[in-house]
């Protein structure tokens, strides 16, 4: 049994709001739920009454809700959540704006020592004339409003905006190349772009704005492109219709009522992105209503978060972790936003910004804690951290070494909430909870009403044994769809081949003693370094442009709490890898996909293994650098290439 290393004191569990709402369950249905665990047991017998019950528990702000909760809920597929409602998501993270006029509902801190604040009366403000501005361009329901911008207000503001006219927002971090946006713009076809001219990382400056019109020139739907200036440099580039953030608002009136466009509840919202071994990235459409109630369920009950918090995490705004974030303002609380390096200008940066912005709820990423424990950072001593009550991590599975680190090196009375999900769902089917114990290497806990087992390869469950990571039942927040797939032929590829009518969500995992969950790594060949998903086609695009390499096979291997990405290439006869020719791939994926593509180790091999019909085999690839037996040889028409990847494991 592992040790515990936390439990929440008496007065923190009084306080915790998922107490209240335990009340209310056992007031209105008559049941007996004292505990978490009860409490799940009974969400996942009786997710209607949960859901309708957390909606009028959250307030969720809706011109009509209707009398039906759930349409086919026995379908995992086909399910439909409160399918006669008519909400909006921008008016459910605004709604506190008027109540709270003067709090502050967005602390910018970028590395340089920069920031801003705008306060929720201000941010409603905005919001209404970047919204008349887009509806003055044309913008309508359905229509797409992409970003390429660091973690900024604007990045929000511009969400707000968007959403809160029935738009569909996506956005993309800045440091990807032109290329990579390309890949992800070109399919949703949007016609209000947002793109920033610069970024700072690491101390350095990123001009971008070179940048701007290759983009364009691949994006013909764009009607409208507003550039955020980062760079101090106020010069705007040339580029077709390209308009200054500050003169797109500086012709709208101020202090006008938004008019919040009411939706259906499974009404596309955001799109983010998921790659495989073929093809461009997939585009994952996420609704409304689904993604409004989920992430209020796991902040108001999972993370414990209440009006007036200050809530971090550290994000792009190309990971879902953005998404999440951002919805915290539906509970009134006051998010830190973040941009640069986490590491810069030291190890501890981000740390100070706990008692810097009294923050509470500090999120980062497995990676990060491990980085910071190699760096042999200690704050016990140095920081007050008075009011941090939780910390999250997420990304990759954080080891117990690292639950040992944060106890021993950051704060021994903290929440310590790892918790696992994804770009799929954009929120998490394992967690947190604020009145139950930390165990050392441990999820808390399963997410309410979501029905997660664990699997073997035949579709049994097991108990206390490593396995794939299912969901049994419907849950809101599963994708509304791919984007151009009108027969769901791709979704369902996606998660539902393997066990027909379970999600299988692609994670090796086993359930505890203490119903809570130990994390692996992948299952699949997904990559996932620091928590960003990577799909190993968009690497194969970009490494066989190169003259010297005739195919090349990429995987994921599970190291040192995260996920490295290794790159094998078979290279033109006569040719052999010198250090040279790894830098030239690694610059060429940095430069035209992003940093977070560039492997961490290249090796030759003289052919890639495959199927009998062509097809690559990357799952055995990913099980030998993982020490997992391969269990598909005789689907292979070349096992024999398999010996050599072997090798080079033995070696790494």
């Not at 209707?66 to 909400?87: C, T």
């Not at 919001?127 to 900024?152: C, E, M, W, Y």
Request: overall charge negative.
């Amino acid at each position: 049994m592992q040790p515990v290393l936390w439990q929440p004191s008496t007065k923190r569990k009084a306080n915790a709001t998922i107490n209240r709402f335990m009340d209310q369950v056992n007031a209105e249905f008559g049941v007996d739920v004292s505990d978490y665990e009860s409490l799940y047991q009974w969400s996942i017998a009786n997710p209607a009454d949960f859901w309708t019950l957390l909606w009028d528990f959250a307030e969720i702000k809706a011109s009509k809700k209707g009398h039906q909760v759930v349409l086919d809920q026995d379908k995992m597929r086909g399910a439909q959540w409160f399918p006669e409602a008519r909400l909006n998501y921008a008016e459910n993270l605004l709604k506190h704006c008027h109540e709270i006029p003067d709090r502050p509902a967005l602390i910018f801190h970028g590395e340089q020592g920069n920031t801003r604040q705008i306060k929720y009366q201000e941010l409603y403000h905005v919001v209404s004339k970047l919204a008349r501005a887009f509806q003055h361009d044309g913008v309508i329901a359905g229509d797409r409003v992409a970003a390429v911008l660091p973690n900024t207000p604007e990045a929000v503001i511009a969400m707000l905006a968007a959403t809160s006219l029935g738009a569909i927002w996506s956005s993309c971090s800045p440091d990807f190349g032109v290329a990579a946006i390309i890949d992800r713009f070109c399919q949703i076809k949007p016609k209000v772009l947002l793109i920033c001219d610069g970024y700072s990382f690491n101390g350095k400056i990123y001009d971008r704005r070179a940048h701007i019109q290759p983009l364009l020139d691949q994006l013909p739907s764009v009607q409208k492109t507003v550039l955020v200036q980062y760079l101090d440099n106020d010069a705007i580039p040339p580029a077709t219709k390209l308009t200054s953030w500050q003169d797109y608002l500086h012709l709208i009136p101020d202090n006008q009522a938004i008019k919040f466009r009411q939706m259906a509840f499974n009404d596309p919202l955001y799109i983010l992105y998921s790659s495989g071994t073929t093809g461009p990235p997939k585009c994952i459409v996420h609704g409304i209503g689904g993604t409004l109630i989920q992430h209020i369920k796991e902040h108001l009950l999972h993370v414990d978060i209440h009006p007036e918090d200050r809530v971090f995490y550290f994000t792009t705004c190309g990971w879902m972790m953005w998404n999440w974030l951002v919805s915290a303002l539906a509970s009134a609380a006051t998010l830190i936003l973040y941009d640069g390096s986490p590491l810069y200008p030291k190890p501890e940066a981000l740390i100070d910004l706990i008692d810097q912005y009294q923050i509470n709820c500090f999120g980062v990423s497995a990676k990060y804690i491990d980085a910071i424990k190699k760096a042999s950072v200690s704050v016990k001593q140095s920081h007050h951290l008075d009011s941090l009550q939780t910390i999250l991590s997420t990304g990759s599975p954080l080891s117990p070494d690292s639950f040992d680190y944060v106890y021993q090196n950051i704060k021994s009375d903290v929440c310590m909430s790892s918790i696992s999900g994804g770009t799929d769902i954009i929120s998490c089917f394992v967690l947190g909870c604020p009145i139950l114990p930390v165990y050392r290497g441990e999820i808390q806990c399963r997410g309410l009403a979501m029905q997660v087992d664990v699997f073997d390869e035949d579709g049994l469950s097991l108990q206390q044994s490593p396995g794939e990571l299912v969901c049994t039942a419907p849950f809101p927040s599963m994708p509304v769809g791919f984007w151009n797939d009108p027969d769901q032929k791709i979704y369902h590829a996606a998660y539902f081949e393997h066990y027909p009518g379970v999600w299988r969500h692609g994670d090796l995992v086993s359930l505890t003693e203490h119903h809570g969950m130990t994390m692996y790594g992948r299952s699949d060949t997904v990559l996932n370094p620091a928590g960003v998903r990577i799909g190993t086609a968009e690497i194969y695009r970009q490494v066989e442009q190169l003259d010297e390499v005739m195919e090349s096979l990429v995987v994921g291997q599970q190291y040192q709490s995260d996920c490295r990405v290794i790159l094998f290439v078979v290279l033109r006869s006569g040719l052999t890898l010198t250090e040279q020719l790894k830098e030239k791939i690694k610059h060429h994926l940095r430069i035209n996909a992003s940093p977070r593509h560039v492997p961490a180790l290249i090796f030759q091999v003289t052919d890639i293994p495959r199927t009998r019909s062509g097809k690559i085999v990357e799952q055995a690839v990913t099980n030998i650098v993982n020490q997992r037996p391969v269990t598909n040889n005789l689907a292979m028409a070349n096992p024999e290439v398999l010996e050599q990847f072997q090798e080079i494991a033995a070696m790494i």
